[in-house]
């Protein structure tokens, strides 16, 4: 007998899919969202795999000066964020050719605090210097990565998708 493996059944769900528990191995999509979902028969709104959030795998215009969110967490209950990023723009005095800067960001929200933390590693960029700076951020409860440029006068555009982990 093979174990762990589950079926795939299509069917319409009459229920809001930010509520509905699902049975364990249950996989639906959440209409009007990026947002896949999987049950495990107790908690409501399923639990999001491959990604989803606010701004998961968009694409987001950060101007220097100030942090830009970049991806924000789909509910206030995650608690843990692995994100992919890549930053896409030109340094401070190069205009021939964009470079690109990639990263993953693990990021996670303190309760204690209610400061997000985050660790950036995997950083790999064509440019001479980094393009971008990440951070994470928590604001309203919902957990949140930024991305501020480093060159003081280009703007930098960022692509993420992530990882979700639910209390």
């Given at each position: 007998m093979i174990t762990g493996t589950r079926k795939l059944i299509s069917k319409e769900i009459q229920q809001d899919a930010?509520?509905?528990v699902g049975t364990t191995g249950e996989i639906?999509?959440?209409e009007g969202t990026q947002t896949l979902?999987?049950?495990?028969?107790t908690t409501p709104g399923g639990i999001p795999i491959g990604g989803s959030g606010g701004t998961n795998g968009a694409t987001t215009v950060c101007t220097p000066g100030s942090p830009t969110v970049v991806y924000t967490a789909s509910s206030s209950q995650v608690r843990t964020l692995k994100v992919l990023v890549q930053a896409v723009g030109y340094e401070t005095g190069v205009l021939d050719f964009p470079d690109t800067h990639?990263?993953?960001v693990m990021a996670v929200k303190n309760l204690r605090t209610g400061l997000g933390e985050a660790s950036v590693y995997g950083v790999t960029y064509t440019s001479v210097?980094?393009?971008?700076?990440?951070?994470?951020?928590v604001t309203g409860g919902m957990l949140e990565i930024t991305a501020q440029p480093t060159s003081l006068v280009n703007s930098i555009t960022v692509n993420s998708i992530g990882i979700e982990i639910e209390a």
């Open positions: 930010d509520v509905y639906w999509f959440q979902r999987f049950g495990d028969d990639s990263a993953e210097n980094p393009l971008v700076t990440f951070d994470a951020q």
